[in-house]
């Protein structure tokens, strides 16, 4: 088509066989479209295209994608509010016309397997490598393995007494990703302002891990649950008899808090994630006992950053004084 239709933060640029979503950077913008930037969507990865009334007259227009083709909607699992759907153009109402006009087209760029699931990621998800800071810990991915450096003062003993984590993408099935924007704590947790987490699952644990709904997001792409992380892989789903390990006592997870493991830090990283995993080929001697180095002598660099991350807690007033100098002199003494 060749045209531009710019909306409200948002402009599509649409060509004979995708359409070039752009956000642009403002205060208005929601962080997760900053930090996406653009995204090219083919017209092969849609299923629809809709045209709705918006708030405070305007009007909508938005693509629908399919199951399976786009890692960063499959990580979200429908856990978005409106304002951070990156398939959302929002325009004054009296543009309805050309929004509709705009929709009938994709529509007839449309193939026959709109209406089923596709078969491999048509989106590409955001590059590594990629990081984020959760409460509990640093979440790393450098596109081949993803790892866990535990917080001393955020891990549980759990996590701690596991020692750091590192996850080849080989051995994993899929991700679960709860948004920080959800309601509840994440697995019961005691803190104050955390909720959501991002979980790993490993080939063989896909039963015997799960959100609250006992659900994955793997690398299938029929939906099999409601909630966080309905997309499922193999046998796992909501309803599994396996026990469900919390987020915060799982070294496969990291939890979210206030202001850890951001919408916009966490759900690009778990788009990447998911879409390494789907591309990759299965370890067949994952699943097997997980040895990880156990909490010990450091290198200085380890150790200032976990020191920073303690202040930042004294900062926010989530340490006293005494507790800051305290844990920063154990610190300390593992160099």
Sequence with gaps: MGDVLAGFQTVWEFDTDSVLIRFERGIRTPKLLQALG?????????????????????????????????PLMDAADGQLKDGGDPYRLVLPAERGSLAEYYAEEIR?????AAATAAESYLVAAPAPPLSF????????FDGKAVSFRWFWTGASSAKWKAGDQRFRVDELSGVEWR???????????????RSGYLRLVEHGAEGGRGGTDGSATGMGGA?????????????????????VTRPDHDPAAVVFGLGYGLVHESLPFAAAVLEAVRTSTPDPSAGRARSAAQPGRRDPADIADRIRHLGELHTAGLLTDDEFSSKKAELLAEL
């Design 38 to 70: 653009e995204r090219r969507i083919p017209y092969e990865a849609l299923s629809a295209v809709e045209v709705t009334p918006g708030k405070r007259g305007t009007i909508v227009l938005r693509a629908v994608p399919r199951p399976g083709a786009d």
């Design 108 to 112: 007839t760029a449309l193939g026959p």
């Design 133 to 140: 800071k959760a409460y509990d810990g640093k979440a790393s």
């Design 179 to 193: 948004s920080p924007e959800s309601k509840g704590g994440a697995g019961g947790s005691p803190k104050q302002g």
């Design 223 to 243: 939906r099999t649950g409601t909630g966080s992380g309905a997309v499922a892989s193999g046998s796992a789903g909501a309803g599994s008899a396996a026990a």
